[in-house]
């Protein structure tokens, strides 16, 4: 892990003291999003125990493809499963956000209709669309039309509380949407999920939530000093390989947390384009912010490319900081990754003094979309 120093001098002792300053953060989060991320562990733990109740025909072992429709932080799960199984799965799995399953979708298809609320529009329509082809349909939700559609239909479906997501915010709520992935393609038999592995996934969140949590002092606190490093800045995040899915799940919750503009590119993918796009605008240099993921369980060629991007992006003058990865194997890493980003982002919420978990425009736009 490197982490930039900043200034402890006037204006940057107030912003380093906030974030050690509990009563300031709780007063801040009205909707308490940080219970959300510290109780992700129980999310996992009740998606599994729930997962146990749902029985899966035997016909959806024998699938050719799967889709797995989502919006949001509903289908953020898909990608992190896709990055960290890359060298098991065996069949391909295709992300929808949209209102039409894809064109490949066939009663040889297994697909996975994903709505933390179980309203979303596009998912209730692209199911719908999906089951006239005759596809090998399970569903993931709390509630809503999409649980209703299902008991009618007598399709396989995770239903889950939400009582671990005091926030209320499917983007916090991912021990749900992950997991409940995770057990129902385990349950039909294109994943592996071993009691062992589960007991170091819950060991791992357990752990990172006391480095990178509100009573972890930022002087001992990568997920502050992160936040810290990246005041005033759009953030973009890099990461490869089995993590590609966090950066995905990182600018999501900082677009949405922070209300920070920013993203994630793939190494090395943005090192065949971007690396020449980091001159124009003349102000990057004071606007932009990269946040590389390492591990040490990257290809070696990859890891090579991570200095020679940090030579680049520090030539240009643009501001990097990188976080490599602790844990042993490539699973563990994505949940360190997972709870650390949680953190960051709430954190970069504190720093600007808002509450993370409202976010009007969405809303806003939602309501436009009803008239």
């Not at 001098?9 to 999003?33: E, V, Y």
């Not at 729930?50 to 699938?63: D, L, R, S, T």
């Not at 671990?164 to 385990?186: D, E, W």
């Not at 124009?280 to 606007?287: K, T």
Request: aromatic letters at 8%; a positive charge; charged letters at 20%.
């Amino acid at each position: 892990m490197i982490i930039p120093t900043v200034s402890r001098d006037g204006f940057s002792r107030k912003i380093h003291m906030l974030l050690d300053d509990k009563d300031k953060i709780l007063q801040l989060d009205s909707k308490n999003m940080l219970g959300s991320i510290q109780l992700l562990g129980k999310q996992v733990e009740e998606v599994l125990a729930e997962a146990k109740k749902v029985k899966i025909p035997a016909a959806y072992k024998k699938v050719n493809n799967i889709a797995v429709l989502g919006m949001g932080g509903s289908a953020l799960g898909t990608h992190l499963i896709k990055s960290v199984f890359f060298g098991s799965l065996k069949i391909p799995v295709e992300i929808v956000n949209g209102y039409l399953a894809p064109e490949f979708v066939s009663e040889k298809s297994l697909v996975i209709a994903s709505s933390y609320s179980g309203s979303t529009e596009e998912i209730i329509n692209a199911v719908a669309d999906a089951k006239k082809r005759k596809a090998k349909i399970m569903a993931i939700a709390s509630g809503g039309k999409l649980a209703d559609w299902a008991k009618q239909n007598k399709i396989p479906a995770l239903i889950f509380t939400t009582k671990n997501n005091p926030c209320g915010s499917p983007r916090m709520g991912l021990g749900y949407s992950i997991f409940g992935q995770i057990t129902l393609l385990a349950n039909a038999g294109i994943l592996k999920l071993s009691s062992t592995e589960i007991k170091n996934v819950l060991q791992t969140i357990s752990k990172c939530n006391l480095l990178f949590g509100i009573d972890n002092p930022e002087e001992k606190n990568p997920a502050k000093q992160l936040a810290i490093s990246m005041i005033d800045k759009s953030v973009w995040y890099a990461a490869s390989e089995h993590l590609a899915g966090n950066a995905h799940i990182a600018a999501n919750q900082m677009n949405e947390n922070a209300k920070r503009f920013g993203g994630y590119f793939i190494v090395p993918e943005m090192n065949h384009h971007l690396m020449e796009g980091l001159l124009f605008p003349e102000n990057n240099n004071q606007s932009i912010q990269f946040l590389l993921l390492e591990s040490g369980l990257y290809d070696e060629r990859v890891q090579k490319r991570y200095e020679i991007t940090k030579q680049i992006l520090d030539k240009n003058n643009i501001g990097n900081v990188s976080y490599a990865c602790r844990e042993k194997n490539k699973f563990l890493q994505a949940c360190e990754a997972l709870v650390l980003f949680s953190y960051v982002s709430f954190y970069s919420a504190m720093l600007q003094g808002i509450d993370p978990t409202a976010i009007p425009v969405v809303d806003f736009f939602k309501e436009q979309l009803k008239k």
